[in-house]
C-alpha cells in the first residue's frame, strides 16, 4: 500500500502545471530548502495535517482527493473554501454548524470535547461582534481595506439569519467540555483596539462591540458559577495558562466520532469515524486538561482575578481608543 507521503508526491506530479518537479514545488509552496523538500519525498519526514492541507488548498481538491479517500487511508471529510466568494463560505460554514447540531441535538448519546484560543462568535447571539468577525475575515483576506469602515459593511440577510439559527441551536447543546485559554478575551480586545487605532470603528461602534463584550463576560460568568447556560444546558470549563495553536473539536454522538481540527480560521478539516486520530487527539485534551485550571462551580482567586482584569479591559476600551487618537 502506498504510504501517505507518496500520494501526495503523486498527486503533485499528476496535477501540478508545467511539469514542476515536487521538489521545486514543496520548495516554491513552503518556502523550505530543498533538503527538507527531499526528506517529505523519500519519505524519512511525514507530511503535516497542515502541510497536507496547504497542498490540498493549492491544487484545489479536497484532502480525501488528495490522498485518495477510497483507500481508506486517513479518511478527512472536508472541501476547502478556495476561491470561493466570502457570503459563500460564511453561509457554508454557519450551514454546517446547523446541520451537525440538529443531530446532535438529535443522538441520545452525545460528547462534546474543545480546546479554544478564540472565541466562537458564529454561535453566540451578539449580531455586532459576529459582524466584527465577519469584517475581521474580509480584512484578512484582502476583500476590504481599513480604509472602509465597519458601518458600511452589511452581513447579507441571509447570513445573519443562519447565525441567529446557529446560536440557538449552540444554546441547547450540553455535555461539553472545554479548555480555553486565559488570553481569549484579551486577544479579541487588542484586535479591536487594533480597529480603534485605524478607525475602522467609530465610538458608536465601538461602544456597541462593548456592550456585547460586556454582556457575554456576565453570562460566562453565570456559566462558571453554576455550570449551566441559560437554557439549562450544563458543560464544564478549565483555564490552560499554555498557548493553545489553534481550536480541536472532539465530538462524539450514538455510534459516531467527528473531529474538527481548525488549521485555517474559516475552514476546518473534519475527520469522521478514524479510530486512530481520535485515540491521538483525545490523549492530547486530556493531557490539556491535566494542565489546567478548573474554573466552573469554583471560587478559585485567581479566576475571580481573571474575570475582573477582563472587565476593567473591557471597560477601559473606549478610554484607550481615546488616547490612541
Request: net charge negative.
Amino acid at each position: 500500500m502506498q504510504s501517505f507521503n507518496t500520494k501526495i508526491i503523486n498527486e503533485i506530479i499528476s496535477q501540478s502545471a508545467g511539469g514542476i518537479s515536487p521538489v521545486n514545488y514543496l520548495v516554491n509552496l513552503f518556502s523550505m530548502s530543498k533538503e527538507t523538500a527531499y526528506r517529505r519525498i523519500r519519505n524519512t519526514i511525514p507530511f503535516s495535517i497542515e502541510e497536507a492541507a496547504t497542498i490540498a488548498a493549492d491544487l484545489n481538491l479536497s484532502i480525501d482527493q488528495l490522498i485518495d479517500l477510497k483507500s481508506g487511508y486517513f479518511p478527512f471529510n472536508k472541501d476547502f473554501n478556495v476561491g470561493r466568494e466570502p457570503e459563500d463560505v460564511y453561509f457554508n460554514l454557519l450551514n454546517g454548524d446547523i446541520e451537525l447540531m440538529n443531530k446532535l441535538l438529535d443522538a441520545k448519546e452525545m460528547k462534546i470535547m474543545a480546546v479554544l484560543n478564540r472565541i466562537p462568535f458564529r454561535l453566540l447571539p451578539y449580531p455586532a461582534l459576529f459582524k466584527f468577525d465577519y469584517c475581521h475575515y474580509l480584512y484578512s483576506i484582502g476583500k476590504i481595506s481599513l480604509m472602509t469602515r465597519y458601518s458600511d459593511i452589511v452581513v447579507p440577510l441571509h447570513i445573519s439569519d443562519l447565525h441567529k439559527q446557529s446560536s440557538a441551536y449552540f444554546s441547547k447543546l450540553s455535555n461539553i467540555t472545554c479548555v480555553i485559554d486565559s488570553m481569549m478575551y484579551s486577544n479579541i480586545i487588542r484586535k479591536i483596539q487594533y480597529y480603534c487605532r485605524s478607525e475602522f470603528l467609530s465610538d458608536e461602534d465601538l461602544h456597541t462591540l462593548q456592550a456585547e463584550l460586556l454582556a457575554l463576560l456576565d453570562s460566562y460568568e453565570r456559566l462558571l458559577r453554576t455550570g449551566k447556560n441559560s437554557a439549562g444546558s450544563e458543560s464544564i470549563f478549565y483555564y490552560t495558562f499554555f498557548n493553545i495553536d489553534s481550536n480541536v473539536i472532539f465530538i462524539e454522538y450514538d455510534k459516531n466520532s467527528l473531529l474538527q481540527l481548525w488549521i485555517y480560521p474559516e475552514s476546518p478539516v473534519v475527520i469522521k469515524n478514524n479510530q486512530q486520530m481520535n485515540e491521538v487527539q483525545k490523549r492530547w485534551i486530556d493531557s490539556e486538561i491535566r494542565n489546567s485550571m478548573l474554573i466552573t462551580k469554583t471560587a478559585d482567586i485567581q479566576q475571580i482575578e481573571i474575570l475582573r482584569n477582563t472587565y476593567k479591559q473591557i471597560s477601559e476600551l473606549e478610554i484607550k481608543k481615546i488616547h490612541n487618537s
